[in-house]
């Protein structure tokens, strides 16, 4: 039987040299799920493109199912590759049942495909509105609707006698635990259907509970395989950096004021679609504190930091900041007022994507780089500070002027967090911060959180990864059904708990 993938002596170099790919030869046998994993910038995207034929290599041979890979059509129509993108790749002013009416122009029906989408996604556990335009929807509901799409588009593929390849590139990071479960479940059950699963992931956990061989990329290179039954975190972890990541900070401490950054009353929020989603809310941070928000994601989450912010009108409620009652929010009185905010989308909300990494990490900050009154911008100083900033967060590019889309996601993420923090706001709002970040790379976010607090700075972060948060917050409030429903401290409270909470359990 032929390997469901194999590559020999594949390369390939970007524009400015950088090598995301270094001769990699390696076989992949059929009916597995396997995990990849590695440090962000480690070509684990760059290798899944060229098997999905999104990319061609400057060397070397791709063969998927016995078949060469020659391009994109060809990968999917004759070899059978699905491939669900690191980035929402969806038309923002179409319907998920627009999108599905393309997967095969007059092949089947739309009816019919909207029908099969919508079971898919109740095995999932989530319920979209596939007839809602995109840009409307939350980046959870577009990301399971991607999966779905591909699961769909892959079981067509299965019945024209092909044997599909499903790779998941980051795909599952804006999925809830319960979403998480369910996709399991799928894919295990294809795995006995003669499909091949491959999950791209940052989340360790993840990768070794679903998969069942793990390969690791370092450098462009594989540099191990391991089987995942009985597998530890942390041996993953070691190969990747040759060091252990502990989340490990002082960071629970007694606060010595009882000064509020932040007080909301009775705040109500709708969504793009009318729909109340934050319902009487009220919310009390204090000044410095590191505040942690447990939210499954898309549940409410962006409509309340958008309201805060300026972006979203408030329908009802009132907001206090620093004490100061704030009638109208708007996007440049509250950036006045020192109020930042770290997106939940990096690409549609957090970074120019034509621009380059230098421009990327200074517009903004220009009180860094300006003189007399901030009307002449110093290059050399603006210079310095992109080139302190891409040291200070670990970027990994080439050149400074290079496209920012040249970057790895992990790495894009990390010019985008540089920037923010790079304003020393008094109070910052993160949204779901550590998507697509390797181990390395959340560690570094959390410490330099830890590092804002110690500046009396305030930070709010909305995450559904508990454990995260109690590594790294003084206090963590849950955000279910519209309302926070209870607050704690994490020596008070046990991560099972709080998802008990969140769950709607307890």
């Known amino acids: ?83 669900v993108e690191q980035h929402p790749n969806l038309a923002p002013f179409l319907s998920p049942s627009q999108h599905l009416s393309m997967l095969l122009p007059g092949l ?58 499903l790779i998941l590139d980051e795909a599952t990071a804006f999925l809830p635990l319960s979403q998480k479960h369910a996709l399991k479940k799928i894919l295990k059950k294809l795995v006995t259907q003669q499909y091949t699963v491959i999950l791209v992931s940052h989340d360790l956990p993840e990768v070794i509970d679903v998969a069942d061989e793990i390969l690791v990329m370092v450098g462009g290179r594989v540099s191990a395989r391991y089987q995942s039954a009985g597998l530890e975190v942390s041996k993953l972890v070691k190969s990747m950096f040759d060091t252990e990541v502990k989340y490990e900070f002082a960071s629970q401490r007694k606060l010595t004021t009882e000064a509020e950054a932040l007080a909301v009353e009775g705040l109500h929020v709708k969504d793009d679609r009318g729909h109340l989603v934050i319902k009487d809310l009220n919310m009390r941070i204090l000044s410095g504190e590191v505040h942690g928000v447990a939210v499954f994601p898309g549940t409410g989450e962006k409509e309340l930091v958008e309201s805060i912010f300026g972006l979203r009108k408030i329908e009802k409620g009132q907001l206090f900041l620093f004490g100061e009652k704030i009638k109208n929010p708007s996007v440049s009185l509250m950036r006045e007022k020192g109020v930042a905010l770290l997106s939940d989308d990096r690409i549609k909300d957090g970074l120019l994507t034509e621009a380059s990494v230098y421009e990327n990490l200074t517009v903004g900050l220009f009180e860094k780089y300006t003189k007399f009154r901030g009307f002449a911008i110093d290059s050399k100083l603006r210079t310095k500070l992109a080139k302190d900033l891409m040291e200070e ?17 992990g790495n894009m993420q990390r010019v985008y967090i540089a920037r923010t923090l790079g304003r020393e706001a008094k109070i910052l709002f993160a949204l779901h911060p550590t998507v697509g970040l390797d181990p390395m790379g959340a560690s570094l976010l959390f410490q330099k959180i830890i590092e804002r607090r110690e500046r009396n700075l305030t930070t709010v972060v909305f995450s559904p990864n508990i454990k995260e948060m109690m590594s790294f917050c003084d206090t963590i409030s849950v955000l279910r059904e519209g309302k926070i429903v209870g607050t704690y401290s994490p020596n008070q409270i046990t991560v099972e708990a709080l998802g008990m909470i969140l769950s709607g359990v307890a």
């Open 1 to 83: 039987m032929d390997p469901a993938v194999r590559l020999v002596n594949v390369s390939k170099t970007f524009v400015g040299g950088v090598k995301a790919v270094d001769n990699i030869s390696l076989e992949l046998q059929p009916f597995r799920i396997f995990g990849i994993v590695g440090p962000n910038g480690a070509g684990k995207s760059t290798i899944m493109n060229i098997v999905a034929g999104y990319l061609i290599p400057d060397s070397g041979e791709v063969w998927v199912n016995g078949l060469p890979v020659l391009d994109y059509h060809q990968a999917i129509n004759t070899c059978g590759v699905v491939k």
């Open 108 to 165: 089947i029906p739309v009816k019919g495909f909207k029908t099969r989408a919508q079971q898919i996604l109740r095995e999932l556990g989530v319920q979209i509105d596939l007839d809602a335009r995109v840009e409307d929807l939350p980046i959870g509901h577009l990301r399971a609707f991607e999966i779905a799409k591909a699961l769909l588009q892959s079981q067509i593929l299965m019945e024209r006698g092909l044997k599909p390849i």
């Open 393 to 409: 967060f670990s970027i990994v590019a080439k050149d400074l002027r290079s496209p920012v889309t040249n970057l790895s996601g």
